[in-house]
């Protein structure tokens, strides 16, 4: 009886360790991938029709709901921005307002949450039941690299579509916000341009935003690669890695965003 | 998935989109359009206060904005702020004896440098300075002005 507390100790001790080493071994999965895919970038080059197709799968199948949110969210903001900033007479300012938010932030993020969602849960199931039907297995039989033929175009076809997509919603946005703002709520159309041109910096706003959108292309199709490819290969192995590519694309996101707008914006 | 032929049209006319909404952010968001890049000349300006005037605030003549405050430096030797001013190379006339005031655009609103034209028939070149300037109002300072004057009376 002496011995069982210190039983219960060691036990719980190795199953902390295990849960460590389990997650210390898919972070080194997942970077080796990441360096796979990388390699892979040569073969690529030779074969550029490969990301055509997947700028199509990722970024051209988006555009809809991408441009729908966007003029949505410009929409809201300058509805919401406006009922704040007359309240301070400081209406003039809401195109600052607007766009600040969207290409800072709203832009880069949501755009990011939107992908993530409709094109890396995609990707991962698709690449999970590659595996699980063996294609990958297939593939490697016959000589060809699943990583360079399969995962590469994917990768990049993402980190192309990322930005593009997000600078999509940023204008798309400032539209929206224009026209509530200026068509709607009547605020007077030449302040709302002058003072937002006067208050938005093209290297200190907009190529931070870019940058923002990049790295979260890079982030969202790393993860929906490697749960795919990490899958357990059965159905209900897959359904959980594209549940996983959901949420760890999101979390990722949200604080890759706090660790960036502290670093470009924090004085 | 379509034909590659239609694959490359609907590729390139996102990619076309994309880079379309970047150059819109860039010329119409931005200030990209509306900096004066390397252009225009330089005049000089020295405040006993400049207030919290910053760089990249207009420079304004009878209200039109015709250039920017590049910097905001501190003489050491006179205790002073140098302020650096880039004119646009369209209004190269302006005369030698042109005050230099910091205005506020509202009560709450930004500061920015006022030329008010004078009477010379010397235009100043670049690099020229600006004798005649006006600081920024404090707020605080009037209100002790204001308080002074008023025990003053009673």
């Known amino acids: ?267 | 998935m379509p034909r590659l032929r239609t694959l490359e049209i609907m590729v390139g006319a996102f990619m076309a989109a994309g880079f379309l909404a970047l150059f819109f952010l860039a010329m119409e968001v931005s200030n990209l359009s509306a900096d004066v890049g390397g252009e225009g000349y330089r005049l000089q300006a020295r405040f006993e206060n400049v207030g919290s005037l910053k760089v990249r605030a207009p420079v304004t003549i009878a209200g039109v904005r015709v250039g920017r405050v590049e910097a905001i430096d501190f003489d050491p030797q006179r205790f002073e702020a140098l302020v650096t001013l880039r004119i646009d190379p369209r209004y190269r006339q302006i005369p030698e004896d042109t005050i230099a005031s910091i205005f506020t655009a509202g009560l709450l609103g930004e500061q920015y440098v006022s030329l008010s034209a004078g009477g010379s028939e010397v235009n100043l070149g670049d690099g020229g300075l600006l004798e005649q300037t006006q600081s920024a109002l404090v707020l605080e300072q009037m209100i002790g002005q204001f308080l002074f004057k008023k025990a003053e009376e009673g």
Do not use: C
């Open chain 1, 1 to 267: 009886m002496v011995g069982k507390p210190r039983q219960i100790m060691f036990e719980s001790l190795a199953r902390l360790g295990h849960l460590g080493l389990h997650a210390l071994a898919r972070i080194g999965r997942g970077h080796l991938l990441l360096l796979a895919i990388l390699g892979g970038s040569a073969s690529l080059a030779a074969r550029p029709r490969l990301l055509l197709a997947q700028i199509y799968n990722i970024g051209v199948l988006s555009v809809l709901i991408i441009v729908v949110s966007g003029l949505f969210v410009g929409m809201v903001l300058s509805l919401q921005g406006h009922y704040v900033l007359s309240q301070f007479g400081a209406a003039e300012s809401l195109g600052v307002m607007v766009a600040a938010s969207l290409v800072r932030e709203l832009g880069p993020v949501v755009t990011a949450l939107l992908v993530a969602g409709r094109a890396g849960s995609a990707l991962t199931a698709e690449i999970g039941l590659m595996k699980a039907t063996e294609q990958l297995s297939g593939l490697e039989m016959m000589a060809v690299d699943p990583v360079k033929r399969i995962l590469t175009p994917r990768f990049f076809g993402g980190l192309v579509s990322m930005p593009l997509l997000a600078a999509l919603f940023s204008a798309v946005g400032v539209m929206g916000g224009y026209f509530v703002g200026v068509g709607l709520l009547g605020v007077d159309e030449g302040a709302f341009w002058s003072q937002m041109q006067n208050k938005i910096d093209f290297r200190e706003d907009i190529v931070n935003g870019v940058i923002k959108s990049l790295v979260f292309g890079w982030v969202v199709t790393w993860i929906a690669l490697f749960e795919g490819h990490d899958a357990t290969p059965t159905s209900e192995g897959v359904s959980r890695a594209t549940t996983r590519t959901v949420v760890h694309s999101a979390l990722a996101v949200l604080g890759l965003d706090f660790v960036l707008t502290a670093l470009m914006f924090g004085d």
